[in-house]
């Protein structure tokens, strides 16, 4: 069964640096992108990122360009999100998701709430 | 980077009724759009890949359809479980991009 299980919820202060991280299971994680998706309260989903754990190739949407950071470490099947410092318009649910093409994206995380305040 | 347009941004129906969600891409993307289904506090679900297929597990009352760079989400038939939100997705080139989304609401 493949599974897509997400850290746990976040609250950080403006400037603070944070890392998120996605443990996929049940499937070769070198085959498929894995993508990061932000969705503000009560807002649509963007795409923030993707990356090819295969050789850890990385896209940005061009409004995240800069401002974070896409990783992915093959020997434990798992990827990253990361901020060096946090914003308050930063707060977000943050959801990994597997790409696969075609416009599937079958395989979700349950999402990791990262909340910025002083 | 390609648009996709999505309408309308909200939608109130009862149940039983068929309805219809567009979404429209600025450029082609040949068949590469899906739609999901999102409750709140969920992470989306997918319902329809590769514009017209249905996800395995997803109820025969949705459908996809696509003439050109416009594509249809129809739900024949509404249940309770089906008052959600609605977004569509294409992957065909990078930036990947959703639609607006839509909110499906009981009449």
């Known amino acids: 069964e493949v599974q897509l299980v997400q850290s746990g919820a976040e609250l950080k202060k403006p400037g603070e640096s944070l890392k998120i991280s996605c443990q996929a299971s049940?499937?070769?994680?070198?085959?498929?992108?894995v993508g990061w998706v932000r969705q503000m309260a009560g807002k649509g989903l963007e795409w923030v990122g993707i990356?090819?754990?295969?050789?850890?190739?990385?896209l940005y949407s061009p409004s995240f360009e800069g401002q974070v950071t896409i990783s992915a470490d093959r020997s434990i099947n798992t990827a990253y999100l990361q901020w060096s410092s946090l914003k308050a318009s930063d707060t977000a649910m943050y959801f990994c998701?597997?790409?696969?093409?075609?416009?599937?994206?079958?395989?979700w995380g349950q999402g990791t709430l990262v909340t910025v305040s002083s | 980077a390609v648009q996709l347009t999505q309408s309308p941004s909200s939608l109130s129906a009862s149940l039983g009724d068929r309805v219809t969600i567009t979404c429209r891409a600025s450029?082609?993307?040949?068949?590469?759009l899906g739609w999901y289904q999102q409750k709140p506090g969920k992470a989306p679900e997918l319902l329809i890949y590769?514009?017209?297929s249905l996800q395995s597990g997803v109820p025969s009352r949705f459908s996809g359809s696509q003439s050109g760079t416009d594509f249809t989400l129809t739900i024949t038939g509404l249940q309770p479980e089906d008052f959600a939100s609605y977004y569509c997705?294409?992957?065909?080139?990078?930036?990947?991009?959703f639609g607006q989304g839509t909110k499906l609401e009981i009449k």
């Open positions: 998701a597997r790409v696969t093409g075609l416009g599937i994206v079958a395989y």
């Open positions: 590769a514009a017209s």
């Open positions: 049940g499937y070769n994680f070198p085959t498929y992108y």
């Open positions: 450029q082609g993307i040949g068949n590469e």
């Open positions: 997705l294409q992957d065909n080139n990078w930036p990947y991009s």
């Open positions: 990356v090819r754990p295969s050789d850890s190739d990385t």
